[in-house]
T-cell receptor
Framework: QKEVEQNSGPLSVPEGAIASLNCTYS??????FFWYRQYSGKSPELIMF????GDKEDGRFTAQLNKASQYVSLLIRDSQPSDSATYLC???????????FGKGTSLLVTP | GAVVSQHPSWVICKSGTSVKIECRSL??????MFWYRQFPKQSLMLMAT?????????EQGVEKDKFLINHASLTLSTLTVTSAHPEDSSFYIC???????????FGPGTRLTVT
């Protein structure tokens, strides 16, 4: 069973701080890595994707990928209360298009 | 771009009836769409992969005769829950894969309640 592991949290950070979310995966054949944000009762929203080792920045978000360590992370700078949500890590499965999702990390940004 | 719609957003039906859910990619073509189910406080569970013009691929443990999937065009996939029972009550979410990428964009979901 190919797995994607995330700490369930909750991760609590003060407003303005950096939130760091981590994810590990077991399928060495995975090539595509995604971070989704899901508010309670809503569907997931794609916020970042990364295909190559290293960092990828988009606004306040930075995704980091280390394929050798099978590790992907998401940094959120200048965290805002509106960032409070569950963050899902997803990894493509069996070198195909289907995604395996982690169970998500709950982030709480306190004013 | 990358907007995906779902209809209906919520539905209540009686046990034994069938319900059809539509998933549309509004501003891009999607030969591949996916159907997920999510129970409260649990993660997404992939039910099936829907491919335009061909049969869907179902995940292990998902009954293909109960969850009928049709992907008749590059922008529309439908999921029909046949003979629904209370245990089928869940949040059903579709996603569409943008052509030429691995990115999946989710619809807003359909909340199904079977009484």
């Amino acid at each position: 069973q190919k797995e994607v592991e995330q700490n369930s949290g909750p991760l609590s950070v003060p407003e303005g701080a950096i939130a760091s979310l981590n994810c590990t995966y077991s399928d060495r054949g995975s090539q595509s890595f995604f971070w989704y944000r899901q508010y309670s009762g809503k569907s997931p929203e794609l916020i970042m994707f990364i295909y190559s080792n290293g960092d990828k920045e988009d606004g306040r978000f930075t995704a980091q990928l280390n394929k050798a360590s099978q590790y992907v992370s998401l940094l959120i700078r200048d965290s805002q209360p509106s960032d409070s949500a569950t963050y899902l890590c997803a990894v493509n499965r069996d070198s195909g298009y289907a995604l395996n999702f982690g169970k998500g990390t709950s982030l709480l940004v306190t004013p | 771009g990358a907007v995906v719609s779902q209809h209906p957003s919520w539905v209540i039906c009686k046990s034994g009836t069938s319900v059809k859910i539509e998933c549309r990619s509004l501003d891009f073509q999607a030969t591949t769409m996916f159907w997920y189910r999510q129970f409260p406080k649990q993660s997404l569970m992939l039910m099936a992969t829907s491919n335009e013009g061909s049969k869907a691929t179902y995940e292990q443990g998902v009954e293909k005769d109960k969850f009928l999937i049709n992907h008749a065009s590059l922008t529309l996939s439908t999921l029909t829950v046949t003979s629904a029972h209370p245990e089928d009550s869940s949040f059903y979410i579709c996603s569409a894969k943008r052509e030429g990428t691995y990115e999946q964009y989710f619809g807003p979901g359909t909340r199904l309640t079977v009484t």
